[in-house]
């Protein structure tokens, strides 16, 4: 199954197209822009760069704006797959994860033959940066609160908070359909950088001082909030395995998403690995959303 979109920072043509993996290969990113073509594996990767997007590196190859389709795989439940990109980040396509979703949904989701392995948080655990932070916490399924804190009109009327319990909450319908956001005084020193050269209406809300320049205004009432919480999903599963737990923010974003993956890796007596026979055992919350799916 392929698509093509724009590249949010390079505003590049990009193609991607997903094929099935075997059991136990993960996530694998494959630039067939390069030659030779070059492979970078979620489970091998390090994250290199958090400026506006998540960006993973393996042996000196790198994919940046991962975040969105690494969230879509963490909320459908997809454990292996070969991703196949044209181009050095995945497209921005509208802004959320929906396209991503339609996208694994029409190529098809095969139950392999292994139980699914969970990251199940057994001691709290929490980066701060200044008046940023962000924490697990043990929780049998898989739970978010996320405050953003943003002095913009439109941003305050919204709600600066989204609280998501996966148990009741569908990611495919009420997550994934939050877009990225930014600001229009914000776009030319970002372009003067190299970035957002592909951003527009059409796959970004935008902002100017008083109001929402896209029509139609916000597809939900928190959606702003609900975008960073999406981010964080996309950013938490380059842990390489779905979360048990509980996560909780007050104004992360992607770097300080990035320290707590890195506190986790380096606690290692917080978490374990844990799995199910079967999917009718595993979480409510989880398993709810692969049968909403």
């Known amino acids: 199954m392929s698509a093509a979109g724009i590249g949010l920072h390079s505003g590049k043509l990009i193609w991607i197209t997903i094929k099935p993996s075997e059991v136990d290969t993960g996530v694998t990113f494959r630039r067939n822009d390069l030659l030779p073509v070059r492979d970078i594996r979620v489970s091998a990767a390090r994250v290199i760069n ?9 042996r000196g190859v790198s994919i940046s704006t991962v975040e969105h389709l690494m ?17 050095p980040e995945i497209p921005i396509m509208d802004g959320s994860a929906t396209s991503f ?19 199940e948080i057994i001691k709290p655990i929490m980066v701060i940066e200044g ?7 043990p929780f049998f399924g898989f739970r ?3 405050t953003i804190d943003f002095s913009h009109p439109v941003v305050s009327d919204s709600g600066q908070r989204a609280s998501i319990d996966f148990e009741t909450t569908s990611f495919s319908e009420e997550i994934a359909r939050a877009r990225t956001f930014g600001f229009v005084n914000d ?15 059409d796959n970004a809300i935008v902002l100017d001082d008083f109001k929402i320049l896209n029509k139609g205004g916000l597809r939900q009432s928190n959606e702003f909030a609900m975008h960073k919480a999406l981010d964080a999903i996309g950013d938490l599963h380059l842990l390489g395995n779905t979360i048990l737990g509980a996560y909780s923010a007050f104004k992360s974003g992607h770097a300080l998403n990035n320290k707590l993956i890195r506190e986790i890796q380096k606690e290692k007596n917080s978490w374990r690995i844990r799995s199910f026979s079967s999917l009718s055992k595993a979480p409510l919350a989880w ?7």
Request: without cysteine; positive net charge; charged residues 25%.
């Open 131 to 137: 008046d940023k932070w962000a924490k697990l916490e």
């Open 50 to 58: 958090t400026n506006l997007a998540s960006t993973i590196e393996e």
């Open 71 to 87: 969230a879509a795989l963490s909320g459908l439940g997809i454990d292996n797959i070969l991703v196949e990109i044209s181009g």
């Open 101 to 119: 979703v339609y996208l694994l949904k029409s190529a098809g989701i095969k139950e392999q033959n292994k139980s699914k392995e969970f990251i």
């Open 144 to 146: 978010l609160n996320f």
């Open 187 to 201: 776009v030319e020193t970002l372009r003067k950088k190299g970035l957002a050269l592909g951003g527009g209406l």
């Open 287 to 293: 398993s709810k959303q692969w049968a909403w799916n």
